[in-house]
């Protein structure tokens, strides 16, 4: 069966650090994966994309930046965090090779930005 | 992209069905319309997805009429451990990724 694992389950940065959240993906081959943002309260912010390594798609460009270097792995970077990028992020993984295969999403990481 | 609209909260009591709308005027033909669970600090569990008519799960039931302009989820006789945000998510999830945007989700509250 496919899992997905994000860490770590929760952060404290402070502002102007680096940020690096990994999510990997389990059990499952060239898989879409996604990054959303969720501040507080509620509202899922689609932040990347991807289809595939290498590719990626930005939806909110700020100070934020994705890679994907492997198949199942996908990266969330900063270097420098502002106090607005505090918020519960989650991973998400889609199947590459079926029809409406719906998102499957990770624990998520909850980051705060001191 | 679709978007979609639906209510901010609704209140219910247990063993009681709950009935939550989502509208979006503009979905495309290949759109597919998906409903999502979430609690608190968790990540969305999917519930149900149906492209029109009707479609029935162990959890939950999808009505979607023939414009496909809205969809209601369905949960028969809820319980308190129904209490969530639930998130109607239209989008062509076959086309291999892609946006696939939320909305604001509705905030189910369930009652002794």
């Known amino acids: 069966s496919q899992t997905i694992h994000q860490w770590p389950a929760t952060l404290v940065q402070p502002v102007g650090s680096p940020l690096s959240l990994e999510c990997t993906v389990e059990?499952?081959?060239?898989?879409?994966l996604y990054w959303y943002r969720q501040a507080a309260g509620r509202g899922l912010q689609l932040l990347f994309y991807?289809?595939?390594?290498?590719?990626i798609s930005s939806e909110v460009p700020q100070n934020l930046s994705a890679s994907r270097p492997q198949d199942r792995q996908f990266i969330l970077s900063s270097k420098k965090l502002l106090l607005s990028d505090s918020g519960f992020y989650l991973c998400?993984?889609?199947?590459?090779?079926?029809?409406?295969?719906?998102?499957?999403f990770g624990n998520g990481t909850r980051l705060t930005v001191t | 992209l679709a978007k979609t609209t639906q209510p901010i909260s609704m209140d219910s009591y247990e063993g009681q069905e709950v009935n939550i709308t989502c509208s979006h005027n503009n979905i495309a033909t290949n759109d597919y319309i998906t409903w999502y669970q979430q609690f608190p600090s968790q990540g969305p569990r999917f519930i149900i997805q149906g492209y029109k008519t009707k479609v029935t799960n162990e959890v939950a039931s999808l009505f979607i009429p023939a414009d496909r302009k809205s969809s209601t989820l369905s949960l028969p006789r809820v319980s308190l451990s129904d209490t969530a945000v639930y998130y109607c998510?239209?989008?062509?999830?076959?086309?291999?990724?892609?946006?696939?945007?939320f909305g604001q989700g509705t905030e189910l509250s369930v009652k002794p």
């Open positions: 998400a993984w889609s199947s590459g090779q079926a029809n409406n295969s719906p998102l499957h």
């Open positions: 998510l239209v989008g062509d999830i076959g086309n291999q990724g892609g946006k696939l945007i």
């Open positions: 991807s289809v595939g390594i290498g590719q």
């Open positions: 059990g499952t081959s060239n898989p879409n």
